[in-house]
T-cell receptor
């Protein structure tokens, strides 16, 4: 049963610390998305990649967030330095070629104190 | 104005009731439409796509009105297990040509009670 995996599942950190979240997309999927979900804003698209190339990161605060895809099996989202307002659930999702459905990972629940 | 708008609910209904969710979207160039379901503290999962002619999957019926930019989801004979948040999702026509770029509504929470 192919799934998107994310690590860590939970992260509590202090303001100013670096946070790195990792995602392994479903094997063979060529599109990877990073979302942030909060009660107030719902699901917001932060960035997405196709064939490992970044296509759109307009939803991401550029000064502190960065997203990369060093290889086809790993996507990373970094926050440096983290702030309390970054507290949210961060989801990674992947999609196959020509398919609209996105498959979500279980999310990383981030709390910045 | 948000690109995709939904009533946040919660909708509290008795088991067996019929419940309808509505959604409007602002981008007339939107191409594809979906309903996703999200259980508490879980990830969103695709429930069904929405086609212009309307489509049904068991107790679930989805409809699209492109002229009004309106999408609906009807759940008949609701079960306790239907309790979840239902997310209206629209595929934007992205400038980058990304056919998979989705915009999610904030979701409508449904609670089905005994």
């Amino acid at each position: 049963d192919a799934r998107v995996t994310q690590t860590p599942r939970h992260k509590v950190t202090e303001m100013g610390q670096e946070v790195t979240m990792r995602c392994q997309p479903i094997l063979g999927h060529n599109t990877v998305f990073w979302y942030r979900q909060t009660m107030m804003q719902g699901l917001e698209l932060l960035a997405y990649f196709r064939n490992r190339a970044p296509l759109d990161d307009s939803g991401m605060p550029k000064d502190r967030f960065s997203a990369e895809m060093p290889d086809a099996t790993l996507a990373t989202l970094k926050i440096q330095p983290s702030e309390p307002r970054d507290s949210a659930v961060y989801f990674c999702a992947s999609g196959g070629r020509g398919v609209n459905e996105q498959f979500f990972g279980p999310g990383t629940r981030l709390t910045v104190l | 104005r948000k690109e995709v708008e939904q009533d946040p609910g919660p909708f509290n209904v008795p088991e067996g009731a019929t419940v309808a969710f509505n959604c409007t979207y602002s981008n007339s160039a939107s191409q594809s439409f979906f309903w996703y379901r999200q259980d508490c503290r879980k990830e969103p999962k695709l429930l069904m796509s929405v086609y212009s002619s309307g489509n049904e999957d068991g107790r679930f019926t989805a409809q699209l009105n492109r002229a009004s930019q309106y999408i609906s989801l009807l759940i008949r004979d609701s079960k306790l297990s239907d309790s979840a948040t239902y997310l209206c999702v629209v595929n934007r026509a992205g400038l980058t040509g990304g056919g998979n770029k989705l915009t999610f509504g904030t979701g409508t929470q449904l609670k089905v009670e005994l």
